[in-house]
């Protein structure tokens, strides 16, 4: 008979074993959801990813594709679901208010597409896509207001060529509808958290890229997080504004950073705000490279105008790697989120 403590080692290593196959097993089951989905079979696509879906309800990826082939399937309706769930689990990707855009474009709700894409812009500005939609819906909201006054007055001359402008421009370039889904470009990636795994290690997922499909002049969509109520869309706007503080000391842009500071932000140790900023521009302009990276934030609002934002914050430049809990409270500041506090270790 084998020793206690082998048969314990053994016994540890079968779960192992069987812990990784299943786990293989799952990545194998997602992998083949996308070839199906790019070889154009979405009914067997749809079953494979509900399938990966069972073991990972929260996996961004996997949800994000099963959006994608509803949309295929024109199940609107059921992707503007899964896309909104994605905007509520995961308001800090600018990819699924991108698609929602598409999808509310499609629809005639230009206004809630464009409410959509600025919402993709604030969290990412750098998102060309997302401006190009952007623009798309703007022409189309233009044509609509152009077309109403030449049927008001026939004669408004200065509208017929303005919308005979835009026609032309949108007949010349054939442009639709063109979410991201990546059946040509697999190597366009989103970065999505992998909310179901208890470290926050971010994954990378191949986005599904789609050419245009319509002539509709309107927006192209993107790939796989705030919530349909006013306060999921409030919890959105302060995550934006807390990664674009973490972008803007991760790009060494002094400014910037210093930008997301409320005028009666409490200095962590009452020193004079001049002297605060001082050792800031020092600290963030020295290292060549920084990254700081927000992980698990959790959003609580105090009130309408004020809220606390709890988080792991990953600090890594040549000479210092550090990672610890922040708080930051921010405070309504007109249309920004501006930091007022600052909490180390909460």
């Known amino acids: 008979m084998l020793p206690r403590a082998l048969m314990t080692r053994i016994t540890a290593l079968l779960a192992a074993l069987l812990f990784a196959c299943a786990a293989g097993a799952q990545t194998d089951e997602y992998q083949e959801a996308q070839k199906l989905f790019r070889g154009g079979q979405h009914a067997q696509a749809l079953e494979r990813v509900d399938n990966f879906l069972k073991g990972n309800p929260k996996d961004a990826r996997a949800r994000f594709l099963k959006g994608l082939i509803f949309t295929e399937q024109n199940k609107n309706a059921d992707a503007i679901r899964i896309f909104t769930g994605l905007t509520e689990d995961y308001p800090e990707l600018p990819e699924p208010y991108n698609n929602l855009a598409v999808l509310y474009a499609q629809q005639g709700q230009y206004d809630k597409a464009r409410s959509s894409l600025e919402l993709s812009i604030r969290t990412h500005p750098s998102y060309a896509t997302a401006h190009e939609n952007l623009g798309d819906i703007y022409a189309k909201m233009a044509s609509q207001a152009y077309d109403k006054a030449l049927q008001l007055d026939k004669a408004n001359t200065g509208a017929q060529t303005k ?4 026609k032309e421009l949108f007949s010349s370039s054939g442009k639709g509808v063109k979410p991201t889904s990546g059946k040509t ?8 958290v992998a909310a179901a795994k208890p470290v926050p290690a971010p994954v990378v997922a191949a986005a599904p890229a789609a050419p245009a499909k319509a002539a509709e002049p309107v927006a192209k969509a993107a790939e796989p997080a705030a919530k349909a109520t006013p306060a999921g869309n409030a919890s959105a706007d302060v995550l934006i504004a807390v990664n674009g503080w973490a972008q803007a000391w991760s790009t060494n842009d002094v400014g910037g950073y210093l930008g997301y500071y409320a005028t009666d932000f409490q200095t ?5 705000r001049s002297d605060w900023e001082a050792a800031r521009k020092a600290r963030i302009a020295k290292p060549k490279k920084i990254d700081v990276k927000v992980e698990l934030p959790k959003v609580v609002f105090n009130d309408a105008n004020r809220v606390s934002v709890t988080f792991r914050q990953n600090y890594n430049s040549p000479n210092l790697k550090v990672s610890s809990m922040k708080t930051l409270v921010l405070v309504k500041s007109g249309e920004r989120w501006l930091i007022q506090q600052e909490l180390v270790g909460s």
């Open 163 to 166: 919308l005979g402008l835009i």
């Open 185 to 192: 470009d697999t190597k366009a990636a989103a970065t999505i």
């Open 268 to 272: 962590p140790r009452g020193e004079p």
